[in-house]
T-cell receptor, first 118, second 111 residues
Framework: DAGVIQSPRHEVTEMGQEVTLRCKPISGHDYLFWYRQTMMRGLELLIYFNNNVPIDDSGMPEDRFSAKMPNASFSTLKIQPSEPRDSAVYFC????????????????FGEGSRLTVL | AQSVTQLDSHVSVSEGTPVLLRCNYSSSYSPSLFWYVQHPNKGLQLLLKYTSAATLVKGINGFEAEFKKSETSFHLTKPSAHMSDAAEYFCVNTGGFKTIFGAGTRLFVKA
């Protein structure tokens, strides 16, 4: 069974350009999470979805960041316009939910998208 | 309130010696606790999980963790470190709709 698939693995772009990161979660998973990881700030939760609905986007740093999940098998994280301080590794993760509807907490991570904004 | 605290940002051990990575938690709910490992340039991988069954949990690669409610701890141990264990380790607390990651502990293994 395929794991969480992220693309692109590496992206180098110039300041001001639009960046779109993509994620395909594991089939049957109910939760999808977007994280950002940097040396300075560690692992930060940006946003998460439950059954394609955004539940908590309080971690999204600015209006330049947006995320969508049009269906159960695809999500995007978009940065427009990008800035050098957005350089980081962006991880997507998915999980199943419990009978109560919470995430089980057992997250399956993709390999990450390394973004460099010049 | 729900939280997780990893008590050491860095731990250094010699190959063949025991590993101890410390994690304390607080939770309003019965906690579900996890340890994840991240090798360089890789995503995070689940090592083990505690979900209110046995208090001693065995994971992959010889790691185990003991849930101690009285101490609100979930420390990760391994009897003998291997060079391939060098990585960053994250303790995670899940309760309700929140999944809280610790700040991470980087494990160095010296030959």
């Amino acid at each position: 069974d395929a794991g969480v698939i992220q693309s692109p693995r590496h992206e180098v772009t110039e300041m001001g350009q639009e960046v779109t990161l993509r994620c395909k979660p594991i089939s049957g998973h109910d939760y999808l999470f977007w994280y950002r990881q940097t040396m300075m700030r560690g692992l930060e939760l940006l946003i998460y979805f439950n059954n394609n609905v955004p539940i908590d986007d309080s971690g999204m740093p600015e209006d330049r960041f947006s995320a969508k999940m049009p269906n159960a098998s695809f999500s995007t994280l978009k940065i427009q316009p990008s800035e050098p301080r957005d350089s980081a590794v962006y991880f997507c993760a998915s999980s199943r939910q419990t009978l109560q509807g919470w995430s089980t907490g057992e997250l399956f991570f993709g390999e990450g998208s390394r973004l460099t904004v010049l | 309130a729900q939280s997780v605290t990893q008590l050491d940002s860095h731990v250094s051990v010699s190959e063949g010696t025991p590993v101890l990575l410390r994690c304390n938690y607080s939770s309003s709910y019965s906690p579900s606790l996890f340890w994840y490992v991240q090798h360089p340039n890789k995503g995070l991988q689940l090592l083990l999980k505690y979900t209110s069954a046995a208090t001693l949990v065995k994971g992959i690669n010889g790691f185990e963790a003991e849930f101690k409610k009285s101490e609100t701890s979930f420390h990760l141990t391994k009897p003998s470190a291997h060079m391939s264990d060098a990585a960053e380790y994250f303790c995670v607390n899940t309760g309700g709709f929140k999944t809280i990651f610790g700040a991470g502990t980087r494990l160095f293994v010296k030959a």
